[in-house]
């Protein structure tokens, strides 16, 4: 059973930095289609990026665009995450599927969901 694990959040400035990281114990990613999410309180999950597994080719939300960037190796997807901004506080969560060859931010398109990672963005 793929288990995913991100790492990386915390607490960031306005403007400045994070890269968080989803891996997966015992598994290589890179046969995965892997999107990164996030759930602010109040709010439904969103799709913020994703990398496919035919070609890395990526799919950004237009909130994200310029400022996140998506990237991958054998064992790990990163999402660096730049310029950050206060509504991008939220939970980021790492989610893979194995079907098709182009990826997806839509939630339901996902089975393989990690637990999630805090990302604060205040002054």
């Known amino acids: 059973q793929l288990q995913l694990v991100e790492s990386g959040g915390g607490l960031a400035q306005p403007g400045g930095s994070l890269t968080l990281s989803c891996t997966a114990s015992?598994?290589?990613?890179?046969?995965?289609?892997i999107g990164w999410f996030r759930q602010a309180p109040g709010k439904e999950r969103e799709g913020v990026q994703c990398?496919?597994?035919?070609?890395?080719s990526t799919n950004y939300a237009d909130s994200v665009k310029g400022r996140f960037i998506i990237f991958r190796d054998k064992t790990t997807v990163y999402l660096q995450m730049n310029n950050l901004k206060t509504e991008d506080t939220a939970v980021y969560y790492c989610?893979?599927?194995?079907?098709?060859?182009?990826?997806?931010?839509?939630?339901?398109?996902?089975?393989?969901w990690g637990q999630g990672t805090q990302v604060t963005v205040s002054s």
């Open positions: 989610a893979a599927n194995s079907r098709g060859y182009g990826c997806s931010r839509y939630v339901s398109m996902y089975d393989h």
């Open positions: 015992g598994f290589t990613l890179d046969y995965y289609n």
């Open positions: 990398i496919s597994r035919s070609d890395d």
